[in-house]
């Protein structure tokens, strides 16, 4: 049972470049998301998806894009990266009225 | 203990001695908190929750408190072991959110000394 998957787990981006962070998780759970960790500071929200075909703004939304695929896969996406998003990007995923799961993250510098 | 926005708190603790990690809340309108560890390169596991209408839960080896009153929240580890060193952290979910937005704290970096 892998649980939550993201992929890549490292990556270096030049300023402007842009990617896509994958997540995918196989425990049929309806409500994905993306966060990021940064030194210092606790877990913030980027956007999520409350069930498949919809997706929310979080806490910190500004210069990324989400897309919920299917049930199984919430991607993210840098369309022009910066300095500023340097940071560790977890995905997590959960059932109703049950707490996260969350993946291994991604490890994202951006030069 | 950690509250959000604060610097990383740590507690070094021998083997076997009992840990507790504490937590200051931001809400009082909070219903629902969750601990999570944190191993370094890993993401966070789950540990226990408790809902606002409870003041205790117990698991294997772990007990949250919770204080309303306070606003103050527990995790206490029974005999701790080197695999318990990690990063700790609580999060709170404050309605109306469904748990879709979970505020978290920095955390409460554990070392157990063999």
């Known amino acids: 049972n892998a649980g939550v998957t993201q992929t890549p787990k490292f990556q270096v981006l030049k300023t402007g470049q842009s990617m896509t962070l994958q997540c995918a998780q196989d425990m049929n759970h309806n409500s994905m998301y993306w966060y990021r960790q940064d030194p210092g500071m606790g877990l913030r929200l980027i956007y999520y998806s409350a069930s498949e075909g919809t997706t929310d703004k979080g806490e910190v939304p500004n210069g990324y894009n989400v897309s919920r695929l299917n049930k199984r896969e919430f991607s993210l996406r840098l369309e022009s990266a910066a300095p500023s998003q340097t940071s560790v990007y977890f995905c997590?995923?959960?059932?109703?009225?049950?707490?996260?799961?969350f993946g291994d993250g991604t490890r994202l510098s951006i030069l | 203990g950690e509250s959000v926005g604060l610097h990383l708190p740590t507690l070094s603790v021998q083997e076997g001695d009992n840990s507790i990690i504490n937590c200051a809340y931001s809400?009082?309108?909070?219903?629902?908190f969750i601990w999570y560890k944190q191993e370094s390169g890993k993401g966070p596991q789950f540990i226990i929750d408790?809902?606002?209408?409870?003041d205790k839960r117990q698991g294997q080896r772990v007990t949250v408190l919770l204080n309303k009153t306070v606003k103050h929240l527990s995790l206490q580890i029974a005999a701790t072991q080197p695999g318990d060193s990690a990063v700790y952290f609580c999060?709170?979910?404050?309605?109306?959110?469904?748990?879709?937005?979970?505020?978290f704290g920095t955390g409460t970096s554990l070392t157990v000394i063999p």
């Open positions: 809400n009082s309108a909070s219903d629902y």
């Open positions: 408790i809902r606002s209408n409870m």
């Open positions: 997590a995923s959960r059932d109703t009225y049950q707490p996260q799961h």
């Open positions: 999060a709170e979910n404050i309605p109306p959110s469904n748990g879709n937005q979970f505020y």
